[in-house]
């Protein structure tokens, strides 16, 4: 199949010629073929989903599934897991929560390895969501690894960052040195029929009074249950809220130049690095590599001799 005839599959949203592309995109790369879609992107809204371990942020991906589907919008989940050390793929994981949603035509579920990328999200996942988006999805949902510190990676995927902390999410000065109080626009505190959920976003509330934010969306709290069922019409409300500023207040533009720049940047980067890696160079590399760790050069120096090759 030429690009031009897997570019109408997916314009034809075909579930099948969509996650071939996928697949070929995580093993190797497209350059043609992203350059095709790319003129069909950029009419999706993205939402990063993302904090620390067990916070439930596939349940909070589920509802809001649930309620984009009520409103006739398609959705399209990419769950980024940590690789398995055996296989080098995703573990689905939490992903089975979602099973509900499998049947529906409306929505598309991809899990993708992580691949040890420091963020949180794979290096692949901007790609992704650009099929994604070319195929026409209205919401794009990133769910990242809860690494539970910096995972500024989904900031530059996402339209929306959605935080996900409980209760017991640490004591406030962790909080303030962690990334994912920087790069959230909307922050839950789900499983808020424990205690402590007050004392945590009275915390968040005066860490968010210490900051200059010179822009005029203030960080919304919002506390939800899962179990008990409550704050989820809350956080759907103030998701959408947030789509209209987003829109209206020329943010847009701003966040689309930044995600382009960023795309640049890898690309510039991932030639260069093709470029310095011949394959003397790699067998110079793999040769150090044989000796005994005592004898291995600096790395200063090491980069020095493989410069000469």
Same mark, same amino acid.
């Given at each position: 199949?030429?690009?031009?005839? *897997? ?24 350059? $043609? ?41 398609? &959705?399209? &989940? ?12 995703? =573990? ?7 099973? $509900? ?5 409306? &929505? ?27 195929? %026409? ?10 690494? %539970? ?30 990334? =994912? ?5 909307? !922050? ?37 249950? *899962? *179990? ?7 956080? !759907? ?65 090491? =980069? ?6």
């Amino acid at each position: 199949m030429n690009i031009n005839d *897997i570019l109408k599959s997916i314009r034809k949203k075909d579930i099948l010629s969509i996650s071939r592309t996928i697949t070929q995109i995580e093993s190797s790369n497209c350059d $043609k073929l992203l350059s095709e879609i790319y003129p069909f992107t950029g009419n999706a809204f993205r939402i990063g989903i993302t904090g620390p371990p067990g916070a439930g942020k596939s349940s909070i991906t589920n509802e809001l599934i649930t309620k984009y589907r009520s409103l006739n919008k398609s &959705v399209a &989940v990419i769950g980024v897991d940590p690789t398995s050390p055996f296989t080098g793929g995703a =573990l689905l994981g939490d992903r089975l929560r979602m099973a $509900k949603h499998f049947s529906d035509s409306g &929505v598309y579920i991809r899990s993708m390895a992580s691949r040890g990328s420091q963020g949180g999200l794979s290096n692949k996942s901007q790609d992704v969501g650009n099929i994604l988006d070319c195929a %026409g999805f209205d919401i794009i949902i990133y769910e990242t690894v809860g690494v %539970g510190q910096i995972e500024l990676d989904v900031m530059k995927s996402s339209d929306l960052v959605i935080v996900v902390l409980v209760p017991e999410s640490g004591d406030d000065i962790q909080m303030m040195k962690a990334g =994912l109080m920087e790069i959230g626009n909307i !922050f839950v505190i789900n499983k808020s029929d424990r205690p402590g959920s007050d004392k945590l976003k009275t915390s968040m509330q005066q860490i968010f009074s210490l900051k200059n934010n010179i822009e005029s969306w203030e960080n919304p709290i919002v506390k939800t249950s *899962i *179990i008990e069922n409550f704050g989820l019409d809350d956080l !759907f409300e103030q998701t959408n809220n947030y789509y209209y500023y987003y829109k209206e207040s020329g943010l847009k533009n701003v966040v689309l130049k930044d995600r382009y720049k960023q795309q640049i940047e890898d690309i510039i980067i991932r030639e260069l690095q093709m470029k310095f890696w011949n394959k003397k160079r790699k067998s110079f590399l793999d040769s150090i590599f044989k000796r005994d760790q005592k004898d291995w050069p600096s790395p200063v120096n090491l =980069l020095k001799k493989i410069k000469s090759k």
